[in-house]
């Protein structure tokens, strides 16, 4: 049971998480549109899920869930090593 709570703690962190990167992201024009909305969808459906008790953490629900934050990550890794140098990256909010 300890074990459950905290996956269940770790992934309604990780989808706000990922919702308040995607809203910096927005607010500071880093990246493209789509990384925001992509990033606000796999949150909002994560934070809805797992505190709805529809996603629970089953080796299935949990890959699911990690499938997506990963998807949302490597998304932003290939931009910044396409962003080349530093200074055209934004910086700040």
């Known amino acids: 049971l ?3 709570a905290f996956a269940k703690v770790f992934m309604a962190a ?4 990922l919702v308040c990167w995607s809203v910096a ?3 500071t024009g880093a990246f493209p ?3 925001v909305w992509l990033g606000v969808g796999f949150g909002a459906a994560g934070l809805v899920l797992v505190l709805g008790g529809f996603l629970g953490t089953s080796v299935h629900e949990f890959a699911l869930f990690v499938l997506g934050f990963t998807v949302w990550t490597i998304a932003i890794g290939v ?5 080349g140098t530093a200074e055209s990256v934004p910086r700040g909010l």
């Open 33 to 35: 549109s789509w990384t």
């Open 25 to 27: 992201i927005l607010r």
């Open 79 to 83: 931009l910044l090593t396409q962003a």
């Open 14 to 17: 990780t989808a706000a998480a």
């Open 2 to 4: 300890l074990n459950s």
